[in-house]
């Protein structure tokens, strides 16, 4: 079906802005759903009490030393500019007020880059800690969504120990596309123009492709999808994709409310691969054996 899409340039032009506007709406989606679902809170409590403590460790252990640490670096800079025009012939004097504009300016845009790493930083170790309610979050949605859960191998110790080897590999994966991308894209800080532009963007996109990959892997891991599609699946369901992973990276930015940002970011993802992953790439082959997994669930 994908495929048959993909290949008509002038419907896909069309069905383009309409899929760019759903993926935003996933997360007001999924809190919909929680509210109304109540036998899904025990599966969202536990993890928002972990974001919690995770969050005061990160806020107080980041976010109050660099803030003291921009208000430095901008009083600096500021002297520096002052003491610089006035230097300059009078007339120049009004360059103060744009003074105060850049220092407010350099203010907004590093509080942001500062917000925007926290945030990053709770999703990485909140999803890791509450993986398993995140898990059995995830399994329930499925089963209401699409009535059936795909077939599993019976738990023993070898498979206990592949779990864990995959998900060490999946971080390290995602360590890697974020070193191997995300050194070249502070190098363009240093380009003057439109360096710091491009290097702003970039670091958007890398965010919300990091934030796709967390919140939509638990079905796909149900799964054992293998880390390359898993992303190919991310870069074939844009824009969809795009607009879903830049509301989450929003969200899980904001202070206080990313304490609740992840599980309702992770609903959204497993409703996102209910509707638009798993009826065009899982379905057809997990129906032929829907009776044998409907008696396991």
């Known amino acids: 079906m994908s495929k048959q899409l993909n290949s008509n340039p002038a419907r896909s032009a069309i069905t ?5 506007l759903a993926g935003f709406t996933y997360p ?6 929680i509210w109304q679902t109540p036998k899904l809170w025990t599966y969202v409590l536990v993890p928002v009490l972990l974001n919690f403590i995770i969050g005061t460790g ?4 980041l976010l109050f030393p660099s803030l003291s640490g921009i208000d430095v670096l901008v009083a600096d800079l500021s002297l ?27 203010r907004v845009l590093l509080v942001s880059g500062l917000l925007l790493i926290i945030g ?62 995300g050194i070249p894209l502070i190098l363009l800080n240093f380009i003057p123009g439109f360096g710091s532009i491009l290097s702003t963007l970039g670091g958007v996109t890398l965010g919300a492709t990091i934030v796709c990959l967390d919140f939509l892997d638990a079905p796909l891991e149900r799964r054992r999808r293998p880390f390359q ?51 065009e790439r ?11 997994t409907n008696t396991t669930t």
């Open 120 to 181: 990053f930083l709770l999703v990485q170790f909140g999803v890791i800690l509450g993986s398993p309610w995140y898990g059995k979050l995830s399994e329930q949605l499925e089963l209401l969504r699409n009535g059936q859960l795909p077939a599993e191998a019976p738990m023993n110790a070898a498979s206990v120990f592949r779990d864990i080897q995959r998900a060490i590999a999946f971080e390290l994966r995602k360590l890697q596309i974020l070193l191997s991308v």
């Open 282 to 292: 899982f379905a057809s082959e997990e129906r032929i054996t829907a009776p044998e």
């Open 229 to 279: 599609e898993k992303l190919e699946i991310i870069w074939t369901s844009l824009p969809a994709s795009g607009s879903f992973g830049l509301v989450c990276l929003g969200l899980v930015s904001i202070p206080l409310l990313n304490l609740l940002a992840i599980p309702l970011c992770v609903t959204a993802g497993t409703l996102f691969f209910c509707d638009r992953i798993w009826p």
């Open 80 to 106: 520096r500019f002052n003491d610089l025009i006035a230097n300059l012939p009078a007339w120049l004097s009004f360059l103060g007020g744009l003074t105060v504009a850049f220092g407010w300016l350099l």
């Open 16 to 20: 383009a802005p309409i899929r760019l």
């Open 58 to 61: 990160l806020y107080l252990s």
């Open 28 to 33: 007001f989606r999924a809190f919909t759903l």
